[in-house]
């Protein structure tokens, strides 16, 4: 028994450790630079450069972030893996979709407007304006597919927009909740077309499903105007009590329409990934599992343990005394991908029979 139990603790370490080194192979003090991708669109009819952040050494299916205004990939992923290393959030992948160079105010409004919000019209910004629905299945079919195939995505989906990006966040809650699982709505641009967004929402909270969903939204020092839509889109929210929709909103009256991005990222992935991670009292592998099949039938997906937590308990228990069955359990999580697991169940039978 003394034997099985030794060659076991060798094999967890091995398992473990074969992380550590394809770790020393990457510089994992670092933000990884984003991969740039090209995709023709056959929807939109033309290429399409997209900008792929994902964190080194996992190689568990990440929740992955979809953010309009794709250029802001260095803020947005910089936020999320400083987060990620003081713990404060899971391992991400950050998908940004390139506008700044394509036709924003196609890609990025709801309706056709020539309307601003300062009550001029503008028929050069607006001519081609109220393409977001192509934009959309544009994402839905094209980015998400090439994302799910070449990467390892958790279904785990969350729609980031600034400004006219905050409109589509918005207008994609309201009218295709099912696309994404939360959306993050920085600044939206809810005055666009006097307010259209919010002409068919007591339809939609009729007939929709916002089970499960989560929205976090914001807005800066914009002005009379710009607050007045957040505050309706606040207010509309309190009124009906949708079930099962999680929101939250918060201004930001000392932050300019572009420095108020980088105080709403955080809090808005933190308010997402509320409560993301077990207590510290949650000591067992059975309290661990517990928990994430409670986190799973609450978000309506599959939520599996971080591959850090699974590694950070593995070592504990095997530092501390009378923990060797705990080690054996968290091994087992480990190891669901490993060719060892094989190994294990032999092992684990054999034990059994004596």
Not at 123 to 136: A, H, I, P, Y
Not at 148 to 157: A, M
Not at 257 to 267: G, L, R
Not at 309 to 329: C, H, Q, R, S, V
Request: proline residues 5%; glycine residues 6%; neutral net charge.
């Amino acid at each position: 028994m003394t034997f099985i139990k030794t060659n076991f603790i060798l094999l967890l370490f091995t398992c473990l450790f074969t992380n550590m080194s394809h770790a020393q192979k990457t510089d994992s003090t670092g933000i990884t630079i984003a991969e740039i991708k090209i995709i023709h669109s056959t929807i939109l009819n033309e290429d399409r450069k997209i900008y792929v952040y994902t964190p080194v050494n996992h190689s568990e299916p990440l929740p992955v972030i979809y953010l309009m205004d794709g250029e802001m990939i260095s803020l947005v992923a910089g936020i999320v893996d400083f987060l990620y290393q003081a713990n404060q959030l899971p391992p991400m992948i950050v998908v940004g979709i390139g506008n700044y160079k394509y036709d924003r105010a196609r890609d990025l409004t709801t309706s056709h407007s020539l309307w601003q919000m300062d009550g001029t019209t503008d028929s050069l910004f607006g001519k081609t304006s109220g393409g977001g629905e192509n934009f959309l299945k544009f994402i839905k079919d094209e980015v998400m597919p090439f994302i799910e195939k070449n990467y390892n995505p958790s279904p785990n989906k969350i729609f980031f927009g600034h400004s006219l990006g905050g409109l589509m966040s918005s207008y994609c809650l309201l009218n295709h909740p099912e696309m994404f699982n939360s959306y993050i709505a920085v600044s939206p641009a809810l005055w666009w077309d006097k307010e259209s967004i919010f002409k068919n929402s007591d339809l939609l909270f009729k007939n929709k499903d916002y089970k499960n969903k989560t929205i976090f939204f914001s807005d800066g020092n914009e002005g009379a105007e710009f607050h007045k839509g957040v505050i309706k889109f606040q207010t509309l929210l309190q009124q009906k009590k949708i079930t099962g929709l999680r929101y939250k909103y918060i201004p930001y009256p000392k932050e300019t329409h572009n420095s108020e991005v980088v105080k709403a990222t955080q809090d808005g992935l933190n308010f997402i990934f509320e409560n993301w991670k077990p207590a510290k009292s949650d000591t067992t592998v059975d309290l661990i599992v517990k928990f994430y099949q409670k986190r799973s039938e609450q978000n309506g997906f599959q939520e599996l343990p971080p591959e850090k937590l699974i590694n950070e308990m593995g070592y504990k228990f095997l530092n501390t005394p009378n923990k060797l069955d705990e080690a054996i359990k968290e091994t087992i999580v480990r190891a669901r991908s490993c060719l060892v697991m094989s190994y294990l169940f032999c092992w684990m039978r054999q034990n059994n029979s004596r």
